[in-house]
């Protein structure tokens, strides 16, 4: 499977300098903390924050300024995974507008707000430019009915719920470049040594089996990947610690169903 670069909706690419001062690994790639400048006749582009094998990769800011009369620019100030907008970020636009919450490879995706020049708020779910959910509700009485506020729609509803509890995922806990090799008979120590050879050295292609994603996900994630997993019971904790450690969360699969009708 090849490595290639992430593709780009881009429609037209203009020759450009880049100038980059800060941190650099054994590899001389981009590592660490930095800041990376992109100059050409049409834009003036930056990036100042976490860099990760030559990729924007963690906590950052960039900023784009495009050439006109009005040099207007464009603001991103949150996280980043291997060149993308990925998790929490801010992103401030020419116009006024600033939209917070949650973005996954380069789209709003889930809970977040858009402010619109401090006149009004959108505030709800959001998959890409759309807001397919509204967290508001009018102040006055509900014309439709509540389904919870009868014992029969109560278990309607717990039907359709189903209990989840979180787990955490170890990154790299399973090595497949070094299962592969000792699948393929090499010496057990021998593929403990040489196993890194198998990744391309500037591979940032994480869809690519050449691509040692374990390196981006421990970056990002703290060694550890947050899961919910659906259980039959409650995971036996002690008393005192229940409210702090037990992560247990009721999802409705139909909830979004009950709601619109209130």
Not at 4 to 17: G, I, R, S
Not at 92 to 113: A, C, E, Q, T
Not at 151 to 176: C, D, F, Q, W, Y
Request: hydrophobic content about 35%; some cysteine; aromatic content about 12%.
């Amino acid at each position: 499977m090849p490595c290639n670069p992430p593709k780009t909706n881009a429609d037209k690419m203009w020759p450009y300098d880049e100038y980059y001062h800060g941190e650099r690994d054994e590899e001389n790639r981009k590592n660490g903390f930095g800041n990376v400048y992109w100059s050409s006749a049409e834009f003036q582009d930056s990036y100042s924050g976490s860099m990760l094998r030559d990729t924007m990769h963690g906590e950052g800011e960039y900023r784009w300024r495009y050439a006109g009369p009005e040099h207007a620019a464009t603001t991103y100030e949150g996280r980043f995974y291997n060149n993308r907008m990925h998790g929490y970020g801010m992103m401030s636009y020419p116009d006024g507008r600033v939209f917070s919450g949650l973005w996954h490879k380069n789209i709003r995706w889930g809970p977040g707000v858009e402010s619109h020049a401090r006149l009004r708020e959108d505030v709800g779910l959001w998959h890409g430019y759309q807001l397919i959910r509204l967290a508001w509700r009018p102040h006055v009485p509900s014309v439709a009915i509540d389904i919870m506020s009868t014992p029969v729609g109560i278990n309607v509803v717990a039907s359709h719920r189903k209990l989840m509890a979180a787990s955490p995922k170890t990154i790299g806990e399973v090595n497949s470049a070094l299962e592969l090799l000792k699948q393929y008979g090499s010496d057990p120590l021998a593929a403990a040594e040489k196993w890194t050879k198998l990744y391309p050295k500037n591979c940032t292609d994480t869809y690519s089996q050449l691509c040692h994603v374990a390196v981006f996900d421990r970056a990002y994630f703290n060694h550890e990947i947050p899961l919910l997993n659906e259980v039959s019971s409650i995971p036996q904790v002690k008393p005192i610690k229940i409210i702090n450690s037990l992560n247990i969360y009721y999802l409705a699969i139909q909830w979004n169903l009950v709601q619109a009708a209130n």
